[in-house]
């Protein structure tokens, strides 16, 4: 018998939910309507798609390749949807974007009101991630990745090319001393990333620098937030090295060692190819071009 969509839209909920009462508040439906409706596609398929225990539910293996395509399935209809929906005129809809959380909040955000003003047909969502989020199971419609995709079948695009400020808030270099070379952040506290999928490449160089290759000097702080590096520097905590799309974020604080050589950070613009003529993402990409060219 074929499958009943209704009966793989309520699967998909529970599998994704792991309960039936959370699919249900997702969906709207009773817990019982949603047992009924997993107990009649078992029922149908002849085989158990979930382990039932005191916690919730696990996906058996059946239920495990059962999702998998209905997951491909749903992602690709959404897209879809998200295409034949769009305004022939001009660009419309909901946009969702994906960048990390430093670029998003810093320059990303401030920057949105503009591209409202140019296109306000379009709304935005943002989705600031310092993971890299599945385009292709349209966990977001476009990104902005500060390394090349890894991702395969993407459409990628150069944005721009960032460079690093080091940091330090006037009343730390006051008391610490400002550092002439790289060797004397040794007498520095230094502040670095600390979270194991940094989401950029070489975030901590700066441990490294004036160092020995593989003897990277301990940090005071380490936070997994650019953001809440930032702060740390302004509250005069220590030094850190900061991308420089940071821009007025950064003013107050004193660079230091302005010679210093640092890694290259690359802004990347990133879509699935289904999203290839959707005006939404072509406007928005040249936004992004325009606003950054003069950087």
Known sequence: MPLDWDKLRVFHAVAEAGSFTHAGETLNLSQSAVSRQIQALEEALAVPLFHRHARGLILTEPGETLNRTVREVFAKLAMTEALLTESRERPAG?????????????????????????????????????????LAMREADVAIRM???????????????????????????KSVGVPERAEELDAHRIICWGDHR??????????????????????????NSLTGMLRAVQSGLGLAALPDYMGPDLDGLLQVLPDLKAPKLDAYFVYPEEMRHSKRVSVFRDFLVAELSGH
Do not use: M
């Not at 620098?209 to 702080?221: D, E, F, I, L, T």
């Open 94 to 134: 909901r946009l969702k974007v994906t960048c990390t959380t430093g670029f998003g909040s810093t320059w990303l955000a401030p920057r949105l009101s503009r591209f409202l003003a140019l296109y306000p047909d379009v709304s935005v969502t943002l989705l600031l991630d310092d993971s890299d989020l599945d």
């Open 147 to 173: 390394h090349p995709p890894r991702q395969p079948d993407l459409i990628q695009r150069h944005l721009a090319s960032f460079g690093w400020r080091v940091c330090g808030a006037p009343a730390y270099l």
């Open 198 to 223: 940094p989401p950029i490449d070489e975030v901590n160089w700066l441990a490294e620098a004036g160092r020995r290759p593989g003897s990277a000097r301990r940090a005071a702080v380490e936070v």
